[in-house]
């Protein structure tokens, strides 16, 4: 139980906190990208 419980939790943790950085990410990453190709490069 020791060993178990805490990987269970760090893998929620990481499967949720994935979700949400996914989801963030898809706006994020395509704003982040549109401005690049607007700015063109430096």
Do not use: N, Y
Request: net charge positive; glycine share 10%; hydrophobic share 50%.
């Amino acid at each position: 139980m020791d060993k178990t419980e805490p990987l269970v939790v760090a893998l929620l943790a990481q499967a949720v906190s994935l979700g949400v950085v996914a989801r963030l990410d898809w706006r994020g990453f395509i704003h982040v990208r549109t401005c690049e190709i607007g700015i063109g490069r430096p």
